[in-house]
């Protein structure tokens, strides 16, 4: 089992990751990220999540479905 320290950690690390390949490679998709990245789509989406809480990314559609 986890601490919270362990979890909160891997959190950080997961979104410093996020970030660093947003700067190198610009603007992704969700799905982008995850390929990019290796990481699944919903470690993605939670990371995207909390950087989008506070204000280190923004999220926009790229298409009406998306």
């Given at each position: 089992?986890?601490?919270?320290?362990?979890q909160?950690?891997?959190?950080?690390?997961?979104d410093?990751?996020m970030?660093?390949?947003?700067?190198?490679q610009?603007?992704q998709?969700?799905?982008?990220?995850?390929?990019?990245?290796?990481?699944?789509?919903?470690?993605?989406?939670?990371?995207?999540?909390?950087?989008?809480?506070?204000g280190?990314?923004?999220l926009?559609?790229?298409?009406?479905?998306?």
């Amino acid at each position: 089992m986890r601490t919270h320290t362990q979890q909160a950690s891997r959190s950080h690390s997961m979104d410093r990751m996020m970030l660093e390949t947003l700067k190198r490679q610009g603007a992704q998709t969700m799905e982008g990220l995850s390929s990019l990245t290796g990481i699944g789509w919903a470690q993605v989406f939670l990371s995207v999540d909390r950087l989008s809480r506070i204000g280190k990314v923004s999220l926009t559609p790229v298409r009406p479905c998306e």
